[in-house]
């Protein structure tokens, strides 16, 4: 059995095209599938209804045909508004996540932040406290250096 050329996604252009035969055609003028011409306007309802038919499979022009005024608004009205409105809600749970995982993550650098300048004070109150100490020590040796020289120069005058 020969196999046809046609597949289940041809236009009827397209059928035309793999179809046509000089044989079959004759003596008869050539004629097109459909009326477009170059330049033609889609305000013209026959342009819009001969592009239509050319441009979708057969079998796409029959459902759509088929299709009352309820589905047709359904599918290309509410349908692409119902997609919007999705992808919409999309976007804003993906930024309600991402807001939410930089609060923890802030929320955590404030921990660490806080630990570290607990760290850092108690480092701070040891080091100052050691430099109290420390001054108040040189203070101490300073008297005792004075003393022991003050003594000293009392030897040598007596």
């Known amino acids: 059995m020969p196999r046809t050329p046609i597949g289940h996604k041809d236009t009827l252009g397209d059928i035309y095209y793999k179809t046509y035969t000089e044989e079959a055609r004759g003596d008869l003028p050539h004629q097109l599938v459909w ?15 001969d592009w239509f038919l050319g441009s979708f499979p057969p ?44 609060e923890e993550l802030l929320s955590k650098e404030r921990a660490e932040w806080k630990k570290v300048c607990e760290k850092d004070n108690q480092r701070m109150y040891t080091a100052r406290s050691k430099i109290t100490d420390l001054e108040a020590e040189v203070g101490t040796l300073k008297r005792k250096v004075e003393d022991a020289q003050a003594d000293k120069g009392a030897l040598r005058k007596s």
Do not use: M
Request: glycine share 6%; hydrophobic share 30%.
């Open 59 to 102: 079998s796409e022009v029959n459902r759509q045909r088929s299709r009352n005024h309820e589905q047709l608004y359904r599918t290309y009205i509410i349908a692409p508004f119902d997609a919007e409105k999705k992808a919409e809600e999309w976007g804003r749970e993906g930024l309600k996540n991402k807001l939410h995982a930089a």
């Open 35 to 49: 009326g477009l011409k170059q330049k033609d306007i889609f305000v013209k309802f026959r342009a819009c209804r």
